[in-house]
Structures are given as structure tokens and as C-alpha cells.
């Protein structure tokens, strides 16, 4: 699948089938993270791959209690390093992330960004420091099934030419 395929078939996975994810794909979805850019390069992220069942169920426990996740044949939790990089760290893992969740639909498998998790808890369950700052979570496996496309806004509702509120012109048959 190319890089715009991927994109344009990214979706939001909730259902997970109970398979493993073979440990070279998990290689190749963690590697595209760690390949991602960072500011001045500082890569201020580590990532928590948690693969045991009942230290899945209790990550998805302080995530809300959304146990579907422990479902997934994994969870990777994207913390942010302040001390590396104070202003930009949590857009770089961010970054990273988003990197891990195309790899990941490229290979077949689904995932889905987790922002909805008590800080504490998660660094509780993945004995993470204190200092350091849990930005997301997210499912990693086989999909149950792949979620229809949503409706998104109107291209005239979020782009803008030089100003804001300025309509952008398309020229006819460049997108």
C-alpha cells in the first residue's frame, strides 16, 4: 500500500481479532516510530510495548476501563521526554506515533490513538518516571472488522489561501 493509501485508509480500530502480531512486523511499526522526525533531532520519546494479557488489562483498566484494548495483541504507550526537549516533546511523540499507526495499517493490522487514560495510572501500570509525560496509547492487531470512512469536514472548511477565512482555489484537475 502506498504512503496516501495508507492514509486515506487509516481507521479508528476498536475490534480485535485474538491473534499475535508477528515480531517482525512489530519491529518494522516500532522502527517507523523511532525513524520520525524530532525537533533539532532530540528524539525526546521512549515507548512501553505491553503484551501481556493482564498487564494489558490493567493499562486498559487506566484507560478509562476501556478493556477492549486489551484485546489487541498489544498497547504502545508514547512518553515524552521534558527534560530532552521541554517545548517540543510531546509533538514529537505525537509525531512518532502517528508513524507507528500508518506502519501498522500498511502491514494490515488496525490501531487506534488513546487520549483518554488517567497519567498516573498508566505510569502506575508501566512503572514509567514521574518526570515523564504519557502523551497516548495505542492498540496494536489483527482488526475484527475495519470501521466504515467517517464524514469529514469540507476541504473549503479547513484549508485557507495566505489568510485566514480566505478560500483556496484548486486548479481543475490537480486534487
Request: glycine letters at 6%; a neutral charge.
Amino acid at each position: 500500500m502506498d504512503t496516501i493509501q495508507t492514509i486515506l485508509a487509516r481507521r479508528s480500530v476498536r475490534r480485535y481479532r485474538p491473534e499475535p502480531l508477528p515480531a517482525q512486523h512489530l519491529r518494522q511499526i516500532l522502527e517507523a516510530g523511532r525513524q520520525a522526525p524530532s525537533a533539532s533531532n532530540r528524539q525526546p520519546w521512549t515507548f512501553v510495548v505491553v503484551r501481556e494479557a493482564e498487564q494489558k488489562r490493567r493499562l486498559a483498566a487506566a484507560c478509562r476501563g476501556q478493556m477492549w484494548l486489551a484485546d489487541a495483541a498489544c498497547i504502545v504507550v508514547g512518553v515524552a521526554l521534558p527534560e530532552v526537549s521541554p517545548r517540543w516533546c510531546r509533538v514529537d511523540v505525537a509525531i512518532a506515533m502517528e508513524n507507528m499507526v500508518l506502519a501498522a495499517r500498511s502491514l494490515g493490522y488496525g490501531a487506534c490513538w488513546i487520549g483518554a487514560f488517567e497519567p498516573d495510572e498508566v505510569k502506575a501500570v508501566c512503572g514509567i518516571p514521574v518526570e515523564a509525560e504519557v502523551v497516548a496509547c495505542t492498540p496494536l492487531g489483527a482488526p475484527e472488522a475495519w470501521p466504515e470512512p467517517r464524514e469529514r469536514k469540507a476541504p473549503g472548511e479547513v484549508f485557507f489561501s495566505e489568510r485566514y477565512g480566505q478560500a483556496i482555489a484548486f486548479e481543475e484537475g490537480s486534487g
